[in-house]
């Protein structure tokens, strides 16, 4: 028996042992696994401390989870539609404001505030938000979902100064224990006033852009209105001259009174076409033969390079009738400003060498028209600035013959270049696709109804 008692009793204190032994080790690992927890919770709230404490971002920690609960409650009572609902009901935004907590901050937004101290932000800690701030109403719907990411732009009131733009941001997902949200607070209130300024220079700069092609586009009109109003001044002085006569020449002066008027109703299309040119209005373009354009504005400059003692020559085309879809009258205005520029050019040249040459021709697809002078030629140092609006080498020039005639080629659909010629004179070429109905016609003159020398020489 006692061998049975010692023999059965020995091995039951063993087992006992043996589960006492497991019992404490399930303890110990326990323990060990709990203390290991703690540690890393102690560790990972350390590290956010330090982050929270030492970030150069404003950052409130919020506590949300009274509105999380008034939601909750809300969708249990059948609301499902928490937009709708927050859109509806401003007195349930309001009374969601009065349940968000601010139970943390950094020094960076007791800073952004101008607060001392944490306990001098929790007691006036209403007074830094707006009451009428909308977007509080989509943080309420962010909160509903557990939005990962909410992002809002606002502002807060610090207690010194003017309000500052904020954009706050706050993580509100599923993993996120809405007790403790941290929130940034971004400030962007300089970004947002260099933004203003920014926006403020641009329409000042589309201002002056407006002012300064105004004063381009009246500029222009008075450069193109030179030669018209010249015209009128002759015809005008000639009128006098046949009426002063014993007895009047009434019939030279209608001729002279009927060349006023057509200066005036060219000046008047000179200035339409500008405007038009410079401006947004459309240029309407039509089949225009160039030979007859050339031949009208060489027979029109004839007075002024007679004044000068310049010869204008234009060399007939060899062929055809060259003609491009264009504006007859812009066209004119080019070739009148590049004669003005070689007689121009040519002032100072012994008057044997004045003489400007024209000539037209047919290149594959296009007609090439030169202007040669046999002037000084282009000053290489100037290099391609003579295209440029008030660019000017004259006492008296306003830098905008070249700019206007390269505008109204290009709205031609062509190129203009200028190069020096081998004998020293400067040339200009332009090139003008030819119009796509451009018929194999005979030679045609615009009008040249104007008494001149031979048909193609003008001038002196
Ligand atoms: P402006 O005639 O009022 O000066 P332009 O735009 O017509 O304005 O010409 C700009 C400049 O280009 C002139 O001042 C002159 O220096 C140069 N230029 C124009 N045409 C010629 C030319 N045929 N020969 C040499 N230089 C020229």
């Given amino acids: ?22 019992i404490l080790v399930a303890l110990a690992t326990l323990l060990c696994r709990i203390q290991a927890r703690r540690a890393t919770l102690e560790q ?23 509105v999380a609960a008034r939601i909750a409650q809300l969708r249990k009572g059948g609301v499902s539609d928490i937009r709708n609902h927050v859109g509806n009901h401003p007195e349930f935004v309001a009374a969601m404001r009065k349940l968000v907590k601010i139970t943390d901050m950094n020094a960076a937004a007791l800073a952004m505030l101008g607060v001392g101290s944490k306990a001098e932000f929790l007691a006036r800690m209403c007074g830094f938000f707006s009451e009428t701030d909308d977007s509080f109403s989509e943080c309420i719907i962010a909160i509903g979902e557990r939005r990962p990411l909410f992002q809002v732009e606002t502002h807060v009131l ?10 706050v941001a706050f993580g509100l997902g599923p993993d996120i224990s809405l007790d403790r949200v941290p929130g940034s607070l971004l400030d962007v209130s300089h970004r947002r006033a260099l933004e203003r300024q920014l926006l403020q220079k641009r329409d000042q700069l589309a201002h002056a852009e407006r002012t300064g092609a ?22 005008a002085d000639a009128a006098r001259r046949w009426m002063s006569r014993n007895p009047p020449d009434l019939r030279e002066t209608s001729l002279a009174l009927a060349g006023i008027v057509e200066g005036v109703d060219h000046a008047r299309t000179v200035m339409e076409r500008v405007r038009a040119l410079v401006g947004s209005s459309r240029i309407d373009l039509a089949e225009v033969e160039l030979d007859g354009v ?97 660019f000017t080498t004259k006492k008296n020039g306003m830098g905008l013959g070249l700019h206007i005639c390269r505008t109204a080629v290009e709205c031609h659909g062509g ?40 048909p193609f020489l003008f001038g002196v």
């Fill in 294 to 390: 050339l031949l009208t504005t060489v027979a029109l400059m004839r007075c002024e390079a007679a004044e000068t003692g310049t010869r204008l020559v234009m060399i007939p085309t060899t062929g055809d009738t060259l003609s491009v879809m264009g504006d007859r009258i812009l066209l004119k205005q080019i070739f009148v400003n590049l004669i003005t520029n070689a007689i121009h050019a040519m002032l100072n040249s012994p008057p044997e060498q004045r003489m400007v040459t024209l000539s037209l021709e047919r290149r594959d697809d296009s007609a090439l028209v030169t202007v040669a002078d046999q002037g000084p030629g282009w000053d290489e140092l100037d290099s391609g600035k003579e295209f440029d609006t008030f």
């Fill in 415 to 454: 190129t203009l270049s200028r190069r020096n010629a081998e004998w020293g004179g400067a040339i200009v070429e332009i090139s003008i696709p030819l119009s796509p109905f451009h018929q194999r016609t005979g030679p045609a003159a615009d009008s040249v109804k104007d008494s001149h020398k031979s």
């Fill in 1 to 22: 028996m006692i061998f049975t008692g010692r023999a059965g009793g020995l091995p039951t204190a063993i087992a006992q042992g043996v589960v006492h032994l497991c």
């Fill in 158 to 167: 610090p207690i010194h100064g003017p309000p500052r733009q904020v954009v």
């Fill in 214 to 235: 105004l004063a381009a586009m009246s500029a222009m009109i008075a450069h193109e209105l030179n030669q018209p109003m010249a015209a009128i001044q002759s015809y």
């Fill in 44 to 66: 990972s709230e350390r590290h956010y401390r330090l982050i929270f404490d030492t970030l150069s971002v404003a950052i409130l920690e919020h506590d949300f989870s009274a």
